[in-house]
């Protein structure tokens, strides 16, 4: 297997020039198997939506770690794109909810996981919380409407690529469920969520200062276009 050069760096993957000009998505060897495989399996179920997401080609794996060929596309983050042109903000935060909306449009494949049972999990295993707090939590859960649009579960300006077309990216967090749970959950990462690492501090302290407008832009536009109360 040859791999080209490397194109991106993530938490858990690192994206790599591969044959016949796609692109090899090479995890960590600390990433467990089975997340990786979901990763495939969504995927390939959000490509044949026709949503703009690059299509998963073949998942290979050599000496114990793992990858997934992806088509290649062209484009920079949206996260880039807001650092680098900081005075577009208002246009860029704008496509960020109109794309959102567009994902919830969508009924979510029949192959997804449900929203419900993925949070249900991750509060039951969340190592900060006491078990009086999970407890408290999974009832607000049991309380939220179910729903059956598609969902991306990590929507945030990094997974999203902005070139000839806006391609959405990372999909193994992708479920069936509410769109409201699905915007709450980009709220908290916009407000809180932290930075890719490698990136320029003078990148960094831009987005910081950005923040709290993007959030603004965002949550008043996502409400606007989706006519969510």
């Given at each position: ?14 994206v ?7 692109v ?27 949503v703009?997401?690059p ?8 000496e ?28 860029l ?8 909306v ?9 192959a ?10 991750s ?11 999970k407890?408290q ?5 049991d ?41 709450a ?11 890719p ?33």
């Amino acid at each position: 297997m040859t791999m080209g050069r490397i194109i991106g760096q993530g938490r858990t993957a690192d994206v790599y020039e591969f044959a016949d000009g796609n692109v090899l998505k090479w995890y960590h060897e600390s990433m467990p198997r089975a997340a990786v495989v979901e990763e495939y399996r969504v995927s390939q179920a959000v490509s044949a939506t026709g949503v703009l997401t690059p299509k998963p080609l073949e998942m290979i794996e050599v000496e114990g770690r793992i990858g997934i060929v992806f088509q290649k596309v062209e484009g920079d983050t949206l996260l880039k794109q807001l650092a680098s042109h900081p005075w577009r903000i208002g246009t860029l935060t704008r496509q960020l909810a109109e794309l959102h909306v567009s994902i919830h449009q969508q009924k979510a494949p029949d192959a997804l996981r449900q929203q419900k049972v993925v949070l249900r999990d991750s509060i039951s295993h969340a190592p900060y919380l006491t078990d009086d707090e999970k407890e408290q939590v999974l009832l607000e859960l049991d309380a939220l409407p179910a729903g059956d649009s598609l969902c991306h579960g990590d929507f945030h300006p990094d997974n999203v690529l902005v070139g000839r077309e806006t391609w959405i990216i990372d999909w193994m967090t992708g479920m069936s469920g509410s769109p409201a749970v699905d915007t709450a959950r980009t709220v908290l990462l916009l407000r809180l969520g932290t930075l890719p690492e490698g990136m320029p501090a003078w990148t960094r302290a831009a987005i910081q200062v950005l923040r709290k407008v993007m959030l603004y832009i965002y949550l008043k536009q996502y409400l606007l276009r989706s006519r969510m109360k």
